[in-house]
């Protein structure tokens, strides 16, 4: 039995690497708002100057990759555009200036945001690249942005795996809104504190404090009683500009007792502008990954499927859902998948 083990070892030795399979990680995606599950999509247009490029596959290729996405249940974009039509409107008619058009597609198709994109460049020949510009507005005009770095897990024992160019963009969405409380007013204006719904809050909250017998789910905010002024000034003198944005605003916070008062606005809960680029080292090796689990009977591996105008744009689209998902928490433990080449 001595000599079986220096013959295994020298049959081990001449097998090398190929005794071993080929190890990859795949990411696993799902969407993190239970509250924003069903989703339509306004067929994109073409903002850049290249007329030859259909807008529709932009747009199939952004719905294919979203309905895959665990959680999301996405409107087919033909009955979208057949309900675009039947009001009379062109898809161009629903943009960041008209948002009340916005939120009426979306109540009528029964959906809880509406997905506004463009491709505001593209260039079909290699090296291709393309820049997506895409918004999502909430129907309920109370939802407010979602901030990159929201839901990811600061201050824990999983904080040191935040990718860096998650912190990286964090802080810097971070820092631009607050900086938007410093931005001078035109004409020298001083901007007014807007305390009537903070007042209406810090009261609610007070009177459940201290046992009012007050029916939270039907009181009206107009008849809450005004606070002491020295107890709000307590309450609210935090030395910070009104609105300041808190880096603690990164974390959901708790379940409260009371439904908050709404705030209206209007700006999308989520905007992202991408640009991808085929010769770009980071874009290729995530197309090597994606071509690697992907069951694609097409010769031409990972170069092949790149070349391929419509893979090009529908992987683009993926890259584009999977980085504001994860950014947002979003990205769930990756799979491990073996495999041995097909040789053995």
């Known amino acids: 039995m001595r000599w079986i083990l220096p013959i295994f070892g020298i049959l081990f030795l001449f097998a090398g690497c190929a005794a071993f399979p080929d190890v990859h990680e795949q990411m696993q995606y799902h969407n993190p708002f239970p509250q924003l599950s069903k989703i339509a999509i306004v067929p994109f247009s073409n903002q850049s100057d290249v ?7 932009v747009t199939i290729g952004y719905y294919g990759e979203l309905q895959q996405i665990p959680g999301f249940e996405v409107v087919p ?17 629903y943009n960041s200036r008209n948002i009340k058009a916005i939120r009426e597609l979306g109540e009528i198709l029964g959906v809880d945001v509406v997905v506004v994109g463009s491709v505001t460049d593209f260039e079909p020949y290699y090296p291709k690249r393309a820049t997506l510009a895409i918004d999502w507005y909430a129907v309920n005009p109370g939802f407010h942005p979602i901030p990159p770095g929201y839901g990811l897990p600061w201050g824990t024992s999983q904080e040191e795996f935040i990718p860096e160019s998650h912190i990286r963009e964090a802080e810097f969405a971070l820092a631009k809104e607050q900086l938007e409380t410093q931005t001078p007013l035109p004409g020298g204006g001083i901007s007014a504190v807007p305390v009537d719904q903070v007042q209406a809050e810090l009261s609610l909250a007070k009177q459940a404090e201290l046992g009012s017998g007050i029916d939270k789910e039907t009181i009206n905010p107009e008849e809450i009683l ?3 002024p020295a107890l709000l000034a307590e309450e609210i003198d935090t030395g910070l500009p009104e609105n300041w944005p808190d880096p603690r605003g990164f974390i959901p916070p708790p379940p409260s007792e009371f439904r908050p008062v709404m705030q209206q606005q209007d700006r999308p809960i989520i905007s992202q502008i991408r640009s991808y680029h085929e010769n ?6 995530a197309a090597q990954n994606y071509v690697y689990h992907l069951d694609d009977s097409r010769m031409g591996g990972w170069q092949g499927f790149l070349d391929r105008s419509d893979d090009f744009i ?8 999977t980085e504001m998902l994860s950014m947002r928490g979003g990205a769930g433990k990756s799979r491990v998948a073996l495999r041995w080449v097909e040789s053995r």
Not at 51 to 57: G, V, Y
């Open 314 to 321: 529908r992987f683009c689209c993926r890259l584009h859902i």
């Open 51 to 57: 007329p030859t490029l259909n807008s529709e596959q």
């Open 280 to 285: 770009n080292s980071d874009f290729t090796e």
């Open 226 to 228: 005004p606070p002491n």
């Open 77 to 93: 974009v033909g009955v979208v555009r057949q309900v675009i039509a039947a009001s009379g409107n062109d898809p161009t008619y």
